[in-house]
């Protein structure tokens, strides 16, 4: 029965009265639906051919659901004129210290982080490899490029405090790059009772138009973030399926953003921090990081202009 009524979720993707199974199957960790695959298969063997069809057709959305990226690259490795940047984004805001994040920068030399729920971090203005930040609203954008910020969307708007998203401009070796750094509305409180469920989906639905809007009028485009959102979700798909989205490109295996561990042991969870492109952009590698200590993995995108 779940799975017809998560059939119709892809039919019926603005529906109000699907949207708390909606949640459920979006912010459901990916390693349940292993089990369910499991539990198919075993049902399959001794199922007659029409419920063999159900059950295939089941397995297949199951395997969708697990939002596990294959990306094989068959082309031939050629050098780029133009320079490639480095960035990594990660939501610190379970107590992530300025030590971890400078291991990242030991071993991967990012030229820019976009940083989220980043209140408590403290002597960040002491990274003299990253002159250029800008740390205010609990969003934080260090980098190694000088940068002008354009403008920022506040929390009060959601009854919230701190900015949900800042507007930048980058100039990386004279190009100008718009980047968003975002935090879209969580959706924690809406388990397990589903309490306020549509002013959430609303407020959410109502950020990604703003960030579309924004987008939709500049060129070399990035945004990054803590989206809260997965990329099979209806709003993601309404509204920034037409970037590229460098994990979902270029990345490999589950690529869970969210740190979920079982008896110390970790599990596919869900993805909802991402780092999205222009079409005009080149994406060289795409991948998570190890935790930092906090509840959000790292995503580290190495990317290029493509060439005219």
Known sequence: MVGVFTCFLFFF?????????????????????????LYLC???????????????????????????QVNINTKVAFKQKNP?????????????????????????????????????ITNIDKLDSYPFQDCKGNLCLISKYPFEKINSFNNDMYKGYGDWAAFY???????????????FPSVRRIFPRFDGIKDIHQNRTLSALLIENWAQSKQNVIIAGDFNMSVIEGIYQQTFKKYQNALSDKGNG??????????????????????????N??????????????DHYPILSSISLKEH
């Open 13 to 37: 993707p603005d529906s109000t009265a699907l949207l708390p199974l909606q949640y459920v199957v979006f912010f459901t960790p990916r390693y349940f639906y292993l089990f369910i695959i």
């Open 254 to 279: 589950f690529n869970n953003t969210v740190d979920y561990k079982y008896k110390g042991i970790g599990l596919p969870s869900v993805r909802i921090d991402h780092i999205l492109l222009s079409q």
């Open 42 to 68: 075993f049902q399959w063997k001794n199922a007659k051919k029409i419920k063999r069809m159900i059950l295939t057709t089941l397995i297949f959305l199951c395997i969708y659901l697990l939002d596990f």
């Open 84 to 120: 490639t940047f480095t960035l990594v984004s990660i939501n610190i805001g379970e107590g992530i210290e300025l030590k971890h994040l400078m291991s990242v920068m030991r071993f991967h030399d990012p030229d820019i982080f976009t940083l989220q729920e980043a209140g408590r």
């Open 281 to 294: 952009f080149n994406i060289e590698k795409a991948l998570v990081l190890e935790a930092l200590g906090g």
């Open 169 to 183: 401009k980058i100039d990386i070796n004279g190009v100008q790059i718009n980047m968003a750094n975002v935090h």
